[in-house]
């Protein structure tokens, strides 16, 4: 999915109506003959990740950018968000949803899931599965505020603080600057994670390798931590 500006009238409006209703050979001998356009073929492969600008206010801040409408968000949700848990306590690991442009269901997402993590934040993994299953498998309308109500339910989400929280101005500000965020980081496919306002990883630079992806991650991370 493509992630740009989101403006924030935009926003507003809609959270505001839901509330209502990614080996080299070293051997030489082993290795085949390369090809003439072996260069060609190198400058157009993915890069292992992407360096970004320092972000402010992002400093040992682990983001993990998804969308409930992306299939390889879902793919790699259980993989990505245990390896987030096990992060070290000096590092904030923080989910983060991508509000994108033309997406009318960005911010019912948005909302419905910093709702749900102020609610019972040790149901968040379980209350994202259930969106992921509600909306690419039940096909449940991803607008609709039914969707990740049931969602909540369905996962044990403490439903009077859900509802609650849906409606109060510190979870919507909560969407807005994911929006905010996540620009500054410039995502354009999810997953992606953002590691300390200076790196973005996607599963596409490791061709989708999961030991590779969590070895990077953990590179990078380090990295981040001991400030080299």
Known sequence: ???????????????SAFAVSGAF???????????????????????LYRAVSPIGG??????????QNCNHSRTF?????????????????????VVAPGDDSAAPLAVAFYAAWY?????????????????????MDPTRFETYFEAAASSGVNRQR???????PAIM?????????????EIGSTPSIGIGGQFVVT??????NEELLIQLLNALTSKVIIGD
Do not use: C
């Open 25 to 47: 050979l070293s051997n030489k001998s082993l290795a085949a003959p390369m090809p003439q356009n072996l260069d060609s073929i190198i400058r157009n492969l993915p890069p």
């Open 119 to 139: 609610a019972s934040p040790e149901k968040l993994g379980t209350f994202m599965r259930t969106v992921y299953s509600n909306v690419q498998s039940l096909r």
């Open 203 to 208: 599963p596409d630079g490791v061709a989708g």
């Open 77 to 97: 949700h259980d993989l990505l968000f245990k390896w987030g848990m096990t992060l070290p306590k000096e590092i904030k690991f923080l989910p983060t949803p």
């Open 1 to 15: 999915m493509t992630a740009s500006h989101y403006s924030r009238r935009k926003f507003l409006a809609a959270a």
């Open 162 to 168: 859900f509802v609650s929280a849906i409606k109060t």
């Open 173 to 185: 500000q909560s969407g807005l600057d994911a929006t905010i965020i996540a620009a500054k980081y």
């Open 58 to 67: 992002e400093y040992r801040k682990v983001r993990l950018f998804f969308s």
